[in-house]
């Protein structure tokens, strides 16, 4: 067999598809393996480098096979569709990748650890406890509603309304024993969730970064959680302008002709990351506008000719660049420093 200088894998849940070049840059490999026959086979192959698309399990394939001794490297999916012929299959998809980790300026997903996958599960449950809550408190006040009873909102007006509804004898009970029903699944995802945070706030409490990303005015312990456990390796990013591109927050650009044309941000990225700069954003803006806190010249400057959910946007992006300062270099926040840079800027 002829060297292998590099080889792309595409992967699922049982078959993978390889595709490997040698220093001509000609096809040199071309399998069609198991799951038990590519470990075998990796076992056997001299170090190379091997290129896998940054989807389900790839990092588990790619902290095994560089326990072999191969560099692995992860590519976002959308970079790797421009190389993708026609005819798409396993076959092209791998060629695909082989092709995408030889350009020079290709960009490379950082490779997780166990630990920090573990970590990311923990804002995953979170995340999805919330959305569940949500979901149950407005089927509640859904059915309450069609039968007369309405609350103020409020995820603590949920249980007096079920008590309200468990002493209405007028109500059928059938509805009466369905409302019991949906309160006890409620009080339970309480109390689920409240020890889903508790750990939350443990591992913010344990983790020196993420408790100097909570310093940031508009960064809580959730978002700090989550922008450390999403960037493991924040040097790969040439800026803070590249890592807030890389969350979503800066605007498309249709520029052509000389003509700069920028419009709404691209919502590339993490959204669960996204949302939660921005929410926190909003709140410090909130709290601007019923003149409480200490909001920067600059956010103040913003506010008199900007919209708030608008400044809530180019916040959370300044917010951004500023966390991705932080866990670059190490620095502490500098809220001094940071209102007088805002107010040269205003």
Not at 150 to 171: N, R, V
């Amino acid at each position: 067999m002829r060297e292998i200088t590099r080889i792309g894998m595409d992967t699922s849940k049982h078959i993978f598809q390889l595709h490997g070049v040698d220093t001509a840059e000609q096809p040199a490999l071309r399998k069609r393996l198991g799951r038990r026959q590519m470990v075998e086979f990796f076992t056997k192959l001299p170090p190379t480098r091997i290129g896998i698309e940054a989807c389900g399990a790839a990092h588990y394939w790619a902290r095994m096979l560089g326990e072999f001794g191969h560099e692995v490297q992860l590519i976002a999916p959308q970079h790797v569709k421009p190389y993708v012929a026609r005819n798409k299959n396993d076959a092209r998809d791998a060629e695909g990748l082989c092709e995408a980790m030889s350009r020079p300026s290709m960009r490379f997903v950082p490779v997780k650890s166990d630990e920090q996958q573990a970590a990311l599960m923990l804002t995953g449950v979170r995340e999805q406890m919330v959305a569940r809550r949500t979901q149950l408190s407005n089927m509640i006040r859904g059915y309450a509603a069609e039968v007369g009873i309405t609350a103020a909102k409020g995820l603590d007006k949920i249980e007096p309304l079920l008590a309200q509804i468990a002493q209405d004898e007028s109500m059928p009970a059938l509805a009466r024993d369905l409302f019991a029903l949906q309160g006890r699944e409620y009080a339970q995802l309480q109390t689920e969730l409240k020890a889903i945070e508790a750990r939350l706030r443990a591992w913010h409490r344990a983790n020196a970064d993420s408790r100097r990303l909570a310093q940031i005015p508009g960064i809580g312990p959730v978002g700090a959680a989550e922008l450390i456990m999403k960037t493991p390796d924040p040097p790969v990013f040439a800026s803070g302008r590249h890592f807030a591109a890389w969350i979503g927050l800066t605007p498309k650009d249709h520029s052509t002709a000389g003509k700069t044309r920028l419009g709404k941000i691209t919502r590339a990225g993490d959204e669960r990351l996204r949302s939660v700069l921005v929410a926190g954003a909003t709140a410090v803006i909130k709290q601007a506008m019923l003149g409480r806190g200490h909001p920067s010249p600059w956010l103040v400057a913003l506010l008199k000719r900007k919209p708030p959910k608008l400044a809530a946007v180019a916040l959370a992006n300044k917010n951004a660049r500023i966390a991705w300062k932080l866990m670059a270099t190490g620095e502490s926040y500098d809220g001094t420093r940071m209102h007088a840079t805002s107010a040269t800027a205003a």
